[in-house]
């Protein structure tokens, strides 16, 4: 059956408006009660009484609908809501008004509807009751003047319309709905008009309202003048008969919550892993099921995920998604935190770092003043806590929680940063890959096809590099297929156009060399050397192509190295490479050393780092030929960002071991003579080689000056 998210009007047990809960069985309850009680008083009050949202509404629409269909009539039916009027006149003139209109229309009952009448006209302001009693007040007026010698008070009209309803023989049921939210002196004029004027024999009053509420709102009136208990004991003597509506029991709770999630699902064409069940099951147990107590919460929480699912459906993470809806619609207070702290739930920013430095302990006292101050009741602190770590393991672990599960970047949760957002704008945005348009454009890439998919994925790989390989990554993480040599092509073709800004202090380089060399490990070995050198076939792609290359035999944080320099392949990839590395710098070979740019640069330490020695012969020959100056070489080698260049260190040194001669080096400080006031890269990157340089290294001439 299919639940209805966005339909809060009560039921009344029909095909058209079925009861979901279980409620019919109390209605028929009352419908005998009701019977039971005029069997043995004329008149009385019976209250139907729950919180806010569990149906109260609905048992009365049951009721009602029982009295009306039963055959033969025995009840009439009259229906009072004191919220359309607006002043305690015009109610009072109501009352008497619908129970007039309830009484059937034969001639048998027309004496009690006059006297009916005669009395609402007795005790209300003739300006109220024109259009209520369907008269001309003009009329109204004559006929009390015309009576004027007669006994006309409110007390005779009463009697006559108690005579009149007994002989009638008619039993009239009031029914008035959320007495809770009428205004103190609002709702004491309802109990007035329901115990002392109202109390007519054959009429009968089923009011309902919320317990809690109603004694709050009675005792601000200066009747009950602040005391919770005078309110109770005024309460008593209104209501006669107390129907406390059933419990919503967790059973009925846990039904209707599968009811509504499935409908959810089906409406949007989605499923749930057995894990996204298991999830959903603990996080309904540990945080929601004691905030959901009532039909109307639970429906509310669903109406409102469908409400924001839209185009998101298979774009984030259900049970995250249906968490966060309810934190939006229960806690909106803590809701608005989530954005002014994104960097430090997701781990994101650059304020992370501050976040690690704190003590667990603080933390948490940290976050539940936060919570406090967002409006969560004192009792629900540990919850919305404990709901919080589940959706950002990052704030689960500083809590020193256990982190379990898949992380949240594996299946599109709000704790992630590339996702985060989809959360609070309900809907991809516009700097943001769909996951349906990235597994479009994978299969394109797959099939050598152009398409608009994949367009968008190569020029989102350009300018936000580090959340598309992120993304590429998490599917290879979670076994996904992908089109690894393709990828590593493309990916090649575009290192060097890369306009992605640092996240924090990865440079979008750094990120695409991480993905390139997970992907190349998926790699079979005899496809290697071809991949790597169609990689090496553009000058940015053989950058690529080279640190790939060396880090395949270069152990891991995590992991072994995957390969060994003896290994077959691994010397064709290495000669194919370095043909590719010689053949993009032949150009720069031919210019001076100050022409060089970045990528001859990055390409020469490549080839450095992959055969230092034929590396060496080929920067010598430059050298030796007088094309390339060696201090100007150094000062390109050893470049910005190094400033200052007292960053320099024996790691450097070492490097540079792949391209130039050492001793030579030295030899360049030893005899350079550096001017004290002199300021220019050179000298700075002079003075910082002869502070780096081994107390144990030979001198070869004068040495350079070390004044800073």
Known sequence: MAYRFFNDDPVDGSADLPDLLGHERYADHTVGLLQDVRDQSESGVLALIGPWGSGKSSVLKMVLHRLREAEPASWSVAELNPWLYSDLDSLTAALFSEIRAALPKGDRWSVAREKVRDFGISISPLGKVGGLFGLDVSEVVKDVANRIGGDTSASAAKKSADTALREADRPVLVVMDDLDRLTPDELLLVFKLVRLVGNLPNVYYLISFDERTLLDVLSRSDLVGGSEHRASEFLEKIVQVRLDLPA?????????????????????????????????????????????????????????????????????????????????????????????????????????????????????????????????????????????????????GQLGGGVSGEPPQARRGIGSGDYFDRYVVFGVPDDDLPDAVLAAALAQVESAISGAEADELWLRFQDDTHRVARRIQQRLQVGGRLPSRQLLIQMAELFASLTAEKEVIISPEFAVIVLAQNL?????????????????ASAGGADLAGVVLRNAIQPADTEPAFAQESDEWFAAARAAVLGRLEQHLATAGGRPADELGDLDISLLWRWSRLDPASARRWVRRRLDDGTWDLLVLLTKLLRAPRTPWSAIDADDLEALDGLVDRAEVYALCDRTEIPEADESAPAQLLRALGRARPADAPQTGHPASNTT
């Open 520 to 536: 190349f490990r998926t790699l079979a070995a005899d496809e290697r050397v071809e991949v790597l050198d169609l990689m090496a």
């Open 248 to 396: 919503f029991r967790e059973r009925d709770a846990i039904r209707l919550v599968d009811g509504c999630l499935t409908t959810l699902l089906e409406n949007h064409q989605l499923t749930l892993t057995k894990t996204e069940e298991r999830r959903f099951g603990l996080a309904y147990i540990q945080y929601l099921q004691d905030r959901l107590l009532t039909p109307r919460a639970i429906k509310r929480l669903f109406g409102q995920a469908a409400a924001s699912l839209g185009d998101l459906a298979g774009e984030v993470d259900l049970v995250d998604f249906l968490l966060v809806t309810f934190l939006r619609t229960s806690e909106p207070g803590v809701y608005r935190l989530l954005s002014r702290h994104r960097a430090e739930l997701t781990g994101s920013g650059t304020s992370l770092f501050a976040q690690e430095r704190r003590q667990r302990d603080e933390l948490a006292d940290l976050w539940r003043t936060r919570l406090k101050e967002a409006g969560v009741d004192p009792g629900h602190l540990d919850g919305v806590l404990g709901l919080l770590a589940s959706l950002f393991p990052r704030l689960a």
